[in-house]
């Protein structure tokens, strides 16, 4: 079954360094995401990405956030200066058709020390 | 503005007994889908089952069903005979249907635990 890839699994980085979240979406969907989990809590939505531009962003996603489709396969969320409360689980999400679900990837646990 | 409630943070459940985890839901567009999507310790976001608001009938997924109460603004999961493997975190979810590409936003969950 297809599936939404995300690496790295895990990312230490140091506060204020930049990190690039990486993510490959499913061949044939047309509509990508970014949400964060912070530990046991609720799944926020940061992004969506469409036709090669942000359509929506929430107001987690500020200037430190951006998001990118270099290459036609590869979704990137990069954040420039990363602060401590930045650590949580950054998942990938793509979809084709609602009715299939939004299809999640596994996740990369960031943790900024 | 959406809004997903989900009132029951813990639930147990004896296995091969069936469950109900709640949901009730805030919107004021017409068309919208409603989502359930598991997430166990491992971390990942598990799609479960999906509800679209005209759908006349109940969506079901092998042991999962939505009990769908549009008056009521209510997508409960039914899980039927519960397996060790149920354990994790459910999540309801909503996306609005005014864009091919509207998000889909979250409920807070409910941990569910399956007791031999």
């Known amino acids: 079954e297809p599936e939404v890839t995300q690496t790295p699994s895990h990312q230490v980085t140091q506060m204020g360094q930049e990190v690039i979240l990486r993510c490959v979406p499913i061949?044939?969907?047309?509509?990508f995401y970014w949400y964060r989990q912070i530990l046991g809590q609720k799944v926020e939505f940061l992004v969506s990405?469409?036709?090669?531009?942000?359509?929506?962003k929430s107001e987690i996603f500020d200037d430190q956030f951006s998001v990118e489709r270099p290459d036609g396969s590869n979704f990137t969320l990069k954040i420039r200066s990363t602060k401590l409360e930045d650590s949580a689980m950054y998942f990938c999400a793509s979809i084709l058709d609602r009715s299939y679900g939004y299809t999640f990837g596994s996740g990369t646990r960031l943790t900024v020390v | 503005a959406q809004k997903i409630t989900q009132t029951q943070p813990g639930m147990f459940v004896q296995e091969k007994e069936a469950v109900t985890l709640d949901c009730t839901y805030d919107t004021s567009d017409p068309s919208y889908g409603l989502f359930w999507y598991k997430q166990p310790s491992s971390g990942e976001m598990i799609f479960l089952i999906y509800q679209g608001s005209y759908d006349q009938q109940n969506a079901t997924e092998g042991r999962y069903s939505l009990n769908f109460q549009k008056a009521r603004k209510s997508a409960n999961l039914v899980i039927s005979a519960s397996q060790l493997g149920d354990s994790a975190m459910y999540f309801c979810a909503m996306s609005n249907m005014k864009t091919s590409y509207d998000k889909v936003i979250f409920g807070p969950g409910t941990s569910l635990s399956v007791i031999p």
């Open positions: 061949s044939n969907h047309l509509y």
């Open positions: 990405f469409y036709n090669n531009e942000i359509s929506e």
